[in-house]
Nanobody
């Protein structure tokens, strides 16, 4: 079992920044990559950033150059971060973390709202 808890969302003006956090606990030893996803109203959930245990990152074109994913591990918990800069109204969505290769049960997500 793996538990995912996202936090750090909020309301920010366009051009602002937010840092999202994801606490990953449970049987995390088999996880070799983590990702941040988002789902905007009326749209499908999409993967926006991915990082491997070795630190290799990939980004969706829509966030490249603005978002940075990072990862850390402390004992039995893994933390995944998403630094979001130069936010745009189209970044408004609920953000989730998960392991792309495993698709564990989704957490509650964290709402990011960017005002014009």
């Amino acid at each position: 079992q793996v538990q995912l808890v996202e936090s750090g969302g909020g309301l920010v003006q366009a051009g602002g920044s937010l840092r999202l956090s994801c606490a990953v606990s449970g049987n995390i030893f088999r996880i070799n990559a983590m990702g941040w996803y988002r789902q905007a109203p009326g749209k499908q959930r999409e993967l926006v950033a991915r990082i491997t245990s070795g630190g290799i990152t990939n980004y969706a074109d829509s966030v490249k150059g603005r978002f940075t994913i990072s990862i850390s591990r402390d004992n039995a918990k893994k933390m995944v971060y998403l630094q979001m800069n130069s936010l745009k109204p189209e970044d408004t969505a609920v953000y989730y973390c998960n392991a792309p290769a495993w698709s564990f049960d989704w957490g509650q997500g964290t709402q990011v709202t960017v005002s014009p």
